[in-house]
T-cell receptor
Framework: AQKITQTQPGMFVQEKEAVTLDCTYD???????LFWYKQPSSGEMIFLIY??????QNATEGRYSLNFQKARKSANLVISASQLGDSAMYFC?????????????FGTGTQLKVEL | DVKVTQSSRYLVKRTGEKVFLECVQD?????MFWYRQDPGLGLRLIYF???????EKGDIPEGYSVSREKKERFSLILESASTNQTSMYLC?????????????FGQGTRLTVV
């Protein structure tokens, strides 16, 4: 079974500051992928970043980077230089790549509010 | 441009009704998923399908069934709707692993059961 845990229901950050959203996971699959999605108040799900469990380097996409620590089973999202438009719900998700089929599992989310 | 289309944005149904939520994708993806989203609970997987006529239970399948007769269409069925099934329902699609592409989502259906 696989499980994603996001322990921060809500976070506040000031504009232009960096913020880290936590995500830990549990899986018995040897190979897996980790995703982060953003859901603004409009409700659409926006893909942000992907990390494969065997990728040698941490993923980065513009202002988003993923702090992947495999031994600790954590995949935290770092947003640099926060903007007001970053205010949204953020979800961490995982999918097994080998053997475990294609089940895509999400966490409970973190509501981020960016303040002036 | 990839597209995942859910048949309704808002739906109001009565308790005991049979409810169909439809999802259509134009990306030729094998995998399709149905989630429900509730405040504080995140997205919970109801069912997913990895091929036509193939399905697997997710984490909360009770009270739901699914149908996938064609690759592009995945239907979620509430056999007898109950008030505790009031929720936002999201459909998603993705190519099979090991490809590392993301899942693509529909716009969601907000279902209210009265």
């Amino acid at each position: 079974a696989q499980k994603i845990t996001q322990t921060q229901p809500g976070m506040f950050v000031q504009e232009k500051e960096a913020v880290t959203l936590d995500c830990t996971y549990d899986t018995s699959d040897p190979s897996y992928g980790l995703f982060w999605y953003k859901q603004p108040s409009s409700g659409e799900m926006i893909f942000l970043i992907y990390q494969g469990s065997y990728d040698q380097q941490n993923a980065t996409e513009g202002r988003y980077s993923l702090n992947f620590q495999k031994a600790r089973k954590s995949a935290n999202l770092v947003i640099s230089a926060s903007q007001l438009g970053d205010s949204a719900m953020y979800f961490c998700a995982m999918i097994p790549i080998t053997g475990g089929g294609n089940k895509l599992t999400f966490g409970t989310g973190t509501q981020l509010k960016v303040e002036l | 441009d990839v597209k995942v289309t859910q048949s309704s944005r808002y739906l109001v149904k009565r308790t005991g009704e049979k409810v169909f939520l439809e999802c259509v994708q134009d990306m030729d993806h094998e995998n399709m998923f149905w989630y429900r989203q509730d405040p504080g609970l995140g997205l919970r997987l109801i069912y997913f399908s990895y091929d036509v006529k193939m399905k697997e239970k997710g984490d909360i399948p009770e009270g739901y069934s699914v149908s996938r007769e064609k690759k592009e269409r995945f239907s979620l069925i509430l056999e007898s709707a109950s008030t505790n099934q009031t929720s936002m329902y999201l459909c998603a699609t993705r190519p099979p692993a090991p490809r590392n592409t993301e899942a693509f989502f529909g716009q969601g259906t907000r279902l209210t059961v009265v």
